[in-house]
């Protein structure tokens, strides 16, 4: 395993530093917005949402990193976080994968990757079987264009984060 390698506990380190941002984002958040919040959590994995991991990861393109994440994490709804940011149980990567196959990542390489997430602002976040993370320029998977955000799914979820403690600190998510 890589020093950039998830382990199940980094997860849980992870999980406690954006779990207390979240707690103080929205504990704030009414009197800030007018209105409560939405929902906003890491949501632990259940016996199901592992039953998914162990059918994705016959699929020849979930990175390893991927299962380490769905074997911990079951989802991550951040609904009031700017537009909000959204990390799909493993059960509808299955199931979008089942229906609609894999997203082409490029003519020139012939990849495909797994849509993992999206952004409430439409753009859907896919990771590559090397392990990077990418995301559509535009709301549509039909001959999408990506862009490279992450070399891996560490460093996604670190962006996540900064994007999530720069909101707290003032209100500005960035453009993850």
Same mark, same amino acid.
């Given at each position: 395993m890589s020093d950039r390698s998830l382990s199940p506990d980094w997860l849980v380190s992870w999980t406690d530093r954006v779990s207390g941002a979240l707690a103080a984002m929205?504990?704030?958040f009414? +009197? +800030?917005q007018g209105f409560p919040p939405g929902t906003n959590?890491?949501?632990p994995a259940s016996s199901d949402d592992q039953g998914a991991v162990r059918a994705l990861a016959q699929a020849s393109l979930m990175p390893a990193d991927l299962v380490t994440f769905y074997g911990s994490i079951g989802g991550v709804t951040w609904a009031d976080v =700017?537009? =909000?940011?959204?990390?799909?149980?493993?059960?509808d990567v299955l199931l979008r994968l089942?229906?609609?196959?894999a997203v082409d990542l490029g003519v020139e390489h012939r990849l495909q990757g797994l849509v993992i997430g999206s952004n409430g602002g439409g753009l859907t976040y896919v990771a590559?079987? %090397? =392990?990077?993370?990418? +995301?559509?320029?535009t709301a549509s998977l039909d001959e999408p264009k990506l862009d490279k955000v992450a070399d891996d799914l560490r460093q996604f979820l670190e962006l996540l984060e900064r994007?999530?403690?720069?909101?707290?600190? %003032?209100g500005e998510p960035g453009s993850l």
């Open positions: 929205t504990g704030e009414e +009197r +800030r959590e890491v949501r =700017g537009n =909000g940011y959204f990390l799909d149980p493993a059960s089942q229906e609609a196959g590559a079987p %090397d =392990g990077s993370v990418r +995301r559509t320029r994007c999530l403690t720069r909101f707290v600190a %003032d």
